[in-house]
């Protein structure tokens, strides 16, 4: 039987023609919270796209399985039914779509006829409270007129209702201030204290490490020009606050 997780095993991708991932191995386990970080224009975005599906990302070797499933055999949607969860960026507003209706084609499309509409509800009801949003988001709609903070807690709710086997957050903290982004760590911590999301894996891309100081995470990758140049414990990312990206790469130049 195969072990579960997120396995990516030497993943070369590239954009355009353009070579952005020189051989990725990295493996998330259920329950375990992975950093990945790096300085812009590493690769660390292009990585979470292609685990996702974009088309513009080709894969051009490599392997990823999801709990021993091929994940690049799926479509993108099936991806997501397998397990996967991609928050992005910036995520995009859809005028005229209310957020209780998406939340609840989602939910369907992953999870079909999972909960009946009256329980969808209350469970939708209890994951606002335990993140403190108002209900009145429900009546909105998606991302309009939201600001960034809001922004990225609906997207931790969507997280929350989805509960999926692993989470990418690509760049979450992106924009944020500092309440916004502890919201945003509360969010993650109480969903990874639920029945739902205690075995979540957590793959956290982040280019500077403050959402770290509310997300421990259990180990942390460093990506420089498409590799991972190094992984340790969390004291890696305070290590990078003081010293800087440049400091990792010049040891990686004299290990050559």
Not at 9 to 18: D, G, I, N, S, T
Not at 69 to 78: F, I, Q, T, V
């Amino acid at each position: 039987m195969s072990e579960p997780g997120l396995r990516i095993e030497r993943l070369h991708v590239r954009v355009e023609q353009k070579q952005i991932l020189n051989g990725i191995d990295l493996t998330v386990e259920p329950g375990r919270v992975h950093a990945l970080m790096g300085p812009n224009g590493s690769g660390k975005s292009t990585l979470a796209f292609a685990l996702t599906g974009h088309p513009n990302y080709e894969i051009v070797s490599g392997t990823a399985t999801l709990d021993g499933e091929d994940l690049l055999a799926l479509a993108p949607d099936k991806r997501a039914r397998a397990g996967l969860f991609l928050s992005f960026q910036y995520p995009s507003a859809i005028p005229g779509v209310k957020v209780a209706n998406f939340l609840h084609a989602a939910r369907q499309a992953v999870r079909p006829d999972s909960l009946p509409p009256a329980k969808f509800r209350q469970l939708l009801i209890e994951k606002m409270d335990v993140l403190g949003m108002d209900p009145s988001f429900m009546g909105r709609y998606l991302n309009d007129g939201f600001s960034g903070g809001e922004k990225k807690r609906l997207e931790m709710l969507q997280l929350a209702m989805l509960a999926p086997k692993y989470a990418i957050l690509d760049e979450t903290d992106s924009g944020l201030d500092v309440d916004a982004l502890r919201d945003v760590g509360t969010s993650v911590n109480a969903l990874r204290a639920s029945d739902e999301g205690r075995n979540t894996g957590f793959l956290i891309i982040t280019h500077y490490p403050r959402i770290l100081q509310y997300i421990r995470p259990d180990v942390v990758h460093v990506m420089i020009d498409g590799r991972i140049a190094l992984t340790g414990d969390a004291e890696l990312a305070n290590r990078i606050e003081r010293e800087g990206y440049d400091t990792i790469r010049e040891e990686i130049i004299a290990r050559a």
